[in-house]
T-cell receptor, first 112, second 114 residues
Framework: AQSVTQPDIHITVSEGASLELRCNYS??????LFWYVQSPGQGLQLLLK??????LVQGIKGFEAEFKRSQSSFNLRKPSVHWSDAAEYFC??????????FGAGTRLTVKP | DAGVIQSPRHEVTEMGQEVTLRCKPI?????LFWYRQTMMRGLELLIY????????DSGMPEDRFSAKMPNASFSTLKIQPSEPRDSAVYFC????????????FGDGTRLSIL
């Protein structure tokens, strides 16, 4: 079965700084990969997804992620973080068995 | 487009009481998922349905938990009797067919069992 690891539980960045959140997956075939964001008191909102094709995918709110098969990674990036980006971020991997596995999440704090 | 709608948003009740959480998926979606989120265990899949039929309920913690989907636009998650350790945020999500389709989440029900 597939699995996903988010190595960083909590990250703090200054407003305006760049951001990279790490995600590593385990799956034998090409996975379906997703990044979600969860603001306090809300559900998970889809930021972006990767199925195939261009390994650099663009999402909402200025986020992008790059699929690197050789590293089994799908890291999320943003060139300049805004205070409103403070939230919990979840990486998820799906497979052909209709199962989707979520990482434990990374909590982002943005310093003014 | 209306998203996934969950009710109630908050529920506080005493242990031993029956709790019913409700979910209306996005129209046309044929998969529906119930999750539980806690600080200790993160996001856990409890059960999911395809075309109103339960497919995998291996995540349901105990017999006290049950879920139904009587039609394509409504699902319930019931806990009877409830216990303090059931306190969590419960999310419903739905999606189209296809494992490459993203799940769309409701805003959750924050459940507190006293």
């Amino acid at each position: 079965a597939q699995s996903v690891t988010q190595p960083d539980i909590h990250i703090t960045v200054s407003e305006g700084a760049s951001l990279e959140l790490r995600c590593n997956y385990s799956y034998g075939a090409t996975p379906y990969l997703f990044w979600y964001v969860q603001s306090p008191g809300q559900g998970l909102q889809l930021l972006l997804k990767y199925f195939s094709g261009d390994t650099l995918v663009q999402g909402i709110k200025g986020f992008e992620a790059e699929f690197k098969r050789s590293q089994s990674s799908f890291n999320l990036r943003k060139p300049s973080v805004h205070w409103s980006d403070a939230a919990e971020y979840f990486c998820a991997v799906g497979a052909g068995n209709n199962d989707m596995r979520f990482g434990a999440g990374t909590r982002l704090t943005v310093k003014p | 487009d209306a998203g996934v709608i969950q009710s109630p948003r908050h529920e506080v009740t005493e242990m031993g009481q029956e709790v019913t959480l409700r979910c209306k998926p996005i129209s046309g979606h044929d998969y529906l998922f119930w999750y539980r989120q806690t600080m200790m265990r993160g996001l856990e899949l409890l059960i999911y349905f395809n075309n109103n039929v339960p497919i995998d309920d291996s995540g349901m913690p105990e017999d006290r938990f049950s879920a139904k989907m009587p039609n394509a636009s409504f699902s319930t998650l019931k806990i009877q009797p409830s216990e303090p350790r059931d306190s969590a945020v419960y999310f419903c999500a739905s999606r189209w067919s296809g494992s490459n389709q993203p799940q769309h989440f409701g805003d959750g029900t924050r459940l507190s069992i006293l």
